[in-house]
């Protein structure tokens, strides 16, 4: 089956860590996504990448870093520097940063900072 | 700025009601949009998309939602709601040019569909 696996669905750090959520796509998409989501808040974007080897950051992307070596995979590191970063974490990837191309999401990360 | 506005955080119907969850946009050209729907800790999954191609567009589930330029409106409707409609529903707009590709989520409306 073709799809977005994200990995782990549930994490747990420390302050002060940083930590790596996965995630990995089969769709042969393009571009990837990486959001974050808070109660009442929406989607922010946190970085995105169109193309393999280049990415753009999104709205809140302080704190986060991600890398895209392989067009399968599109790593993000949440680092210490992010203040607040217990969140639900999703990524998303979609044929080509077309404006008219959905977007096809991933189950999820849900990050607590203990 | 492109923005996108859900009117009603919490939506609450009764089973076999009319479901109605609203959207507006902000942009200086029509944008495209979409509408998705998000079950308790999983991903996103998208319930229809508006591309310029109809007004009114069907999706997934016996959902429907028509585009309104003049209003800037993108209403998301079901005649009769059922339990398992229970969600949370999220409008977004991409309104191209140097927004390639991105979206942008209006907060989201948690719809309870009571007995």
């Known amino acids: 089956d073709g799809g977005i696996t994200q990995s782990p669905k549930y994490l747990f750090r420390k302050e002060g860590q940083n930590v790596t959520l996965s995630c990995e796509q089969n769709?042969?998409?393009?571009?990837m996504y990486w959001y974050r989501q808070d109660p009442g808040q929406g989607l922010r974007l946190i970085y995105y990448?169109?193309?393999?080897?280049?990415?753009q950051k999104g709205d809140i992307a302080e704190g986060y870093s991600v890398s895209r070596e392989k067009k399968e995979s599109f790593p993000l590191t949440v680092t210490s520097a992010q203040k607040n970063p217990t969140a639900f974490y999703l990524c998303?990837?979609?044929?080509?940063?077309?404006?008219?191309?959905?977007?096809?999401f991933g189950p999820g990360t849900r990050l607590t900072v203990l | 700025a492109q923005s996108v506005t859900q009117l009603g955080s919490h939506v609450s119907v009764s089973e076999g009601a009319l479901v109605l969850l609203r959207c507006n946009y902000s942009?200086?050209?029509?944008?495209?949009l979409f509408w998705y729907v998000q079950y308790p800790n999983q991903g996103l999954q998208l319930l229809l998309k508006y591309t310029s191609a109809a007004t009114l567009v069907k999706g997934i589930n016996g959902f429907e939602a028509e585009f309104k330029k003049s209003e800037t409106s993108f209403h998301l409707t079901k005649p009769s709601a059922h339990m398992s409609d229970a969600a949370e529903y999220f409008c977004a707009a991409n309104a191209g040019g140097t927004s390639y590709g991105k979206l942008t989520f209006g907060q989201g409306t948690i719809l309870t569909v009571h007995p």
């Open positions: 769709l042969n998409h393009d571009a």
């Open positions: 998303a990837s979609s044929n080509s940063g077309g404006i008219n191309n959905e977007q096809f």
């Open positions: 990448s169109q193309i393999v080897n280049d990415f």
């Open positions: 942009s200086s050209v029509p944008p495209y």
